[in-house]
């Protein structure tokens, strides 16, 4: 089962998930994910996701495409690296935007602030 836990830093929204993205366990994750209108950025935490299957990936690029429909940033963090190779295999790795920590640029200020630590979980 898919866990997510949210938490908000001010207009950012990261999704922390922890389980499998795959078949029958996805509509959780797209409703937490579509629910963030108010964000201007949707980050998912992939630190303690194991695997993801043809199902997620397709979810994926259907959230991105809502989101960016909105002017929404969508972003994935701290992906496994089995799940690198599988985004690296599809080629989803350049149509998603992934990296191993979020760097935001502060709107008053012309620098780089990382505002993720290396897994944003929580045991809820």
Same mark, same amino acid.
């Given at each position: 089962?898919?866990? %997510?836990?949210?938490?908000?830093?001010?207009?950012?929204?990261?999704?922390?998930?922890?389980?499998?993205?795959? %078949?029958?366990?996805?509509?959780?994750?797209?409703?937490?994910?579509?629910?963030?209108?108010?964000?201007?950025?949707?980050?998912?935490?992939?630190? =303690?996701?194991?695997?993801?299957?043809?199902?997620?990936?397709?979810?994926?690029?259907?959230?991105?495409?809502?989101?960016?429909?909105?002017?929404?940033?969508?972003?994935?963090?701290?992906?496994? =690296?089995? %799940?690198?190779?599988?985004?690296? %295999?599809? =080629?989803?790795?350049?149509?998603?935007?992934?990296?191993?920590?979020?760097?935001?640029?502060?709107?008053? =200020?012309?620098?780089?602030?990382?505002?993720?630590?290396?897994?944003?979980?929580?045991?809820?």
């Amino acid at each position: 089962m898919l866990k %997510i836990h949210t938490q908000k830093l001010g207009n950012v929204a990261i999704l922390c998930l922890q389980g499998e993205v795959v %078949i029958g366990d996805t509509d959780g994750l797209s409703e937490a994910v579509r629910s963030q209108s108010n964000a201007s950025m949707v980050v998912l935490d992939f630190a =303690r996701v194991e695997i993801i299957d043809a199902k997620g990936l397709g979810l994926l690029l259907e959230l991105r495409d809502f989101m960016r429909s909105r002017g929404i940033e969508f972003r994935l963090v701290n992906m496994n =690296r089995l %799940i690198q190779q599988v985004l690296n %295999i599809t =080629r989803l790795n350049t149509v998603l935007e992934v990296s191993n920590e979020l760097k935001v640029r502060a709107p008053a =200020r012309d620098q780089s602030t990382t505002i993720l630590p290396a897994s944003c979980f929580q045991e809820v």
